[in-house]
């Protein structure tokens, strides 16, 4: 992952869980490492993975991937044709999902540790040398904090916070 944001449950207005629990967010409120999927905008579907110990919210947005395989099949997934440059595939978390054919009726609610799982988050060992902490964006409450999470020489990295 190359750009992530951080949300923290009941204490945090832009949180989906700020409102309380309910069948819509509950996937938020623990166990941790299982994806909560959400349709926004009525067009995109956005992917957060829950983070907190059960029964308390939390969970981090997944905004950016650097795509390493499966480049045919993302810009097909993207309506796209050709070359794409890994920023229009998967930055941005509509992007992402649309590029990794994730739904809120196919993925939502899936644990993403477990290796029988169809979506899985894995640590493969790399540790980028820089990582930016800026203010989240699309959001209108709390957009002050430095939640946002960036490694801004990633070429799948939005070109406006690359170095």
């Avoid at 794409?84 to 609610?109: D, E, F």
Wanted: with cysteine.
């Amino acid at each position: 992952m190359v750009e992530t944001e951080a949300y923290f449950g009941q204490d945090d207005p832009a949180a989906h869980s700020y409102v309380g629990k309910t069948s819509r967010n509950a996937v938020l409120f623990g166990p941790p490492g299982f994806a909560y999927v959400y349709f926004i905008y009525g067009m995109y579907f956005c992917m957060n993975v829950s983070c907190e110990p059960d029964g308390q919210a939390g969970g981090v947005l997944i905004r950016g991937l650097e795509p390493l395989a499966g480049l045919k099949t993302m810009t097909r997934l993207r309506g796209m044709s050709g070359t794409i440059k890994p920023q229009l595939l998967t930055s941005g978390p509509g992007r992402l999902c649309q590029a990794l054919a994730i739904t809120r009726a196919g993925q939502n609610g899936l644990d993403v540790t477990s290796a029988e799982s169809e979506l899985q988050i894995w640590d493969d060992g790399f540790r980028p040398g820089e990582i930016l902490a800026t203010p989240r964006i699309g959001i209108r409450k709390a957009v002050e904090r430095l939640h946002r999470f960036v490694v801004p020489a990633a070429p799948a990295t939005a070109p406006s916070v690359r170095s």
